[in-house]
Nanobody, 128 residues
Framework: QVKLVESGGGSVQAGGSLRLSCVASGRSISSWSMGWFRQAPGKEREFVASITRSGANTYYEDSVKGRFTLSRDNAKNTVYLQMNSLRPEDTAVYYC?????????????????????WGQGTQVTVSS
């Protein structure tokens, strides 16, 4: 069983930046695709970004393209989400997710049901 712990959330003004980290423990995530999702109050959890197990490829939800960057350091068992030019609509709880069933080096899952393990989330609040 892998444990995912997110950190780096907080409150920023619009236009600011935050860097979220997701540290995995218990198992290596180096062979798994990883992703980030977010959930705003009263809304369903939505996909933000995913990354292949090597980190060579990434996939982003349209509204974060060009502003967010997902990366990973498999030696540290960690994934990072760099968020720039933050907007009030980015306000949400951000969740790290792992796909322990990853069977290919090119997989970029974007649906919540494709992920097997989740962190507890970290709050991001962007004020205007």
């Amino acid at each position: 069983q892998v444990k995912l712990v997110e950190s780096g959330g907080g409150s920023v003004q619009a236009g600011g930046s935050l860097r979220l980290s997701c540290v995995a423990s218990g198992r290596s995530i180096s062979s798994w695709s990883m992703g980030w999702f977010r959930q705003a109050p009263g809304k369903e959890r939505e996909f933000v970004a995913s990354i292949t197990r090597s980190g060579a490829n990434t996939y982003y939800e349209d509204s974060v393209k060009g502003r967010f960057t997902l990366s990973r350091d498999n030696a540290k068992n960690t994934v990072y989400l760099q968020m720039n030019s933050l907007r009030p609509e980015d306000t949400a709880v951000y969740y790290c997710a792992a796909d322990s069933t990853t069977s290919s080096s090119w997989l970029l899952p974007s649906a919540a049901h494709e992920y097997t393990d989740w962190g507890q989330g970290t709050q991001v609040t962007v004020s205007s």
